[in-house]
């Protein structure tokens, strides 16, 4: 894809992202339907987390195109790369994935019809569904650099682990899970369903590497590229 369609998409998804997210804090304010709760706000929960994310990736990626000069090799770059890598691509995925498969046998285990009512249908598409395929866009727009397997993995092992200790923050604050879900589960479930979770997105990030050197033809590794 040439630069110029390149910043296009970039700018776009950008868009599209902050469209949604003043969308949703433009609800501020209305009476929250059974399934929501006020402590801890939307940041309690992974989808809004997600979107926020995957606005700072694409932002962080449309100011990256638009730097004069080659900008390959620069740090700005990089960055841009790893967040991609290690958070927005297989973040995003998971919350694709695990919404839909939990949705598909019980929906109110964690997004309640009465929900409907607040966000209408495009809007719970824009923070379930949609997210896949611009990821998908992304890693056929332009190559990633992908990080040290190690140094990845143990990112989002870090960040995975500071997200169980908030949501079990806010049930120990308001005796209320941030997803019905995790009430059906013993205290050794819920570790369970966690490590088992995190080996999900540890299989997305080894998918967005592979899809990332499949699409590229080459290694793209972070090492590799060093060496070369």
């Not at 949604?20 to 929501?36: F, H, T, Y």
């Amino acid at each position: 894809m040439s630069p110029t369609l390149r910043t296009v998409f970039h700018l776009c998804a950008f868009s599209w992202y902050a469209f949604v997210v003043q969308s949703m804090a433009a609800k501020d304010g209305e009476e929250l339907p059974k399934g929501i709760f006020v402590y801890g706000g939307p940041w309690k929960y992974l989808t809004f987390l997600n979107l926020l994310l995957q606005m700072a990736f694409f932002g962080l990626a449309a100011v990256n195109d638009l730097q004069p000069g080659k900008t390959c090799g620069s740090s700005l770059n990089r960055w841009k790369d790893r967040l991609f890598a290690v958070f927005a691509f297989p973040v995003g995925m998971f919350v694709v994935v695990l919404f839909w498969s939990i949705f598909a046998y019980d929906r109110e285990l964690v997004y309640p019809a009465s929900i409907d009512a607040f966000f209408p249908p495009w809007m719970n598409h824009a923070m379930h569904t949609f997210v896949l395929p611009v990821l998908l866009g992304e890693v056929l727009v332009q190559p990633h650099i992908y990080p040290n397997i190690k140094h990845a993995l143990t990112a989002l092992g870090v960040v995975g682990l500071s997200y169980l200790s908030w949501i079990i923050w806010v049930y120990m604050s308001v005796g209320i899970w941030v997803y019905p879900l995790l009430g059906h589960f013993s205290s050794a479930g819920l570790m369970g369903f966690f490590f088992f979770n995190m080996s999900v997105v540890t299989l997305l990030y080894v998918l967005g590497d592979k899809l990332n050197s499949h699409v590229w033809g080459k290694d793209m590794s972070e090492t590799t590229v060093k060496v070369k």
